[in-house]
C-alpha cells in the first residue's frame, strides 16, 4: 500500500512563493514518510525545495544522519535504503497508538517532526459480500441489464478522526463484466475516496466495479496533519509561506496510517 499515499503528490519539489518574490536558491529541507503501523520503517524521503521555474534535477540529500526516536526513548538511526535521499531502518517496526519523532541536522539547523500512530479503523462492515452480475456479450444484455444495488461500507468513526477508503480488483487477469469493450483494455478498478471524518462510503457497483473477481476494501485512517495537506493540494495553494507542514525547521509530512480491510466477490450470472 506505499504506493497510494499518492493522493498527496510530490509537488514539495516545486512549491514556491508567486515568481517576483521567490529567491532563486532555496536550500530548505523537505521531509515525507508515512508510518504504517505493523511495518517496518523502509521510505523516509528528504529533499531540497527548488524555485518553480529552476532548470537544475531535484537535490537529494544522501550525507544526512536522520534518528527516529518512539515514545519510550529508543533511537532507530536511519540508513540509505538504495534511492537518493530515500532513508529506513528495518529493525523499527512500526506500532499502533505511539508516538515517533524523527531529527535530523542540516546546515547546522535541526530539523524534526513528531507523529501519533492511530488505532485501526474498527467494525468495518460490508452491505454484501458477494454480487452477481450478468456479462455483458451483445448489445441485447445491455437492453436486459438490470441496476445493481450499491454496496454500502460502513465502520466505526471516532471524534475528530479522519478516514479514507480504497477499492481494487485485486485479480491478476479478471473478465471484464462489459465484453464488448474488454479487447480495448479496461484498467482494474483501484480508486480512493478524499479524507473525511465520515464513517461510509457507497460503492456504486454499476459504474465503479467494472471487473469480475475479488475486490479489497481499506479503510485508512489518517491524522489532521496528512487532511491539512491534501486540502493544500486540492485547494491549489502554492506559496511557501501558506503550505501547513508538521515538521519544524523545514517542509513536508511526518504522519502516522493505519488500516483494516474486507473483502467481497463479484460472479458471473
Known sequence: MKKYLFLIPALWLFWACEEEATPQTIDEL???A???????????KFWK????DATEAPAYPNDLVPVVVDENGQAYPLQLMGEEGVYGNSDLLIE???TYTI???YHDKTISASTYVPGQPLRLELSDSTIYRKQINDFTDIQDMQIPDPIEITWQAEAGAYYFVQVK???NDPDAVNALFEEEGIELPDFLTEPSSNSYYTINVFREITHFGTYEVRVYRVNPEYVALYEDNSSGAGALNEIRTNVQNGYGIFTGVNSTRIYFEVKKL
Open 30 to 32: 523537505t521531509v515525507e
Open 96 to 98: 499502533a497508538e505511539k
Open 103 to 105: 531529527e535530523v541536522i
Open 49 to 52: 525545495i527548488i524555485p518553480f
Open 169 to 171: 480488483n485485486i485479480e
Open 34 to 44: 508515512f508510518l504504517y503501523a505493523g511495518q517496518t520503517l523502509d521510505s523516509v
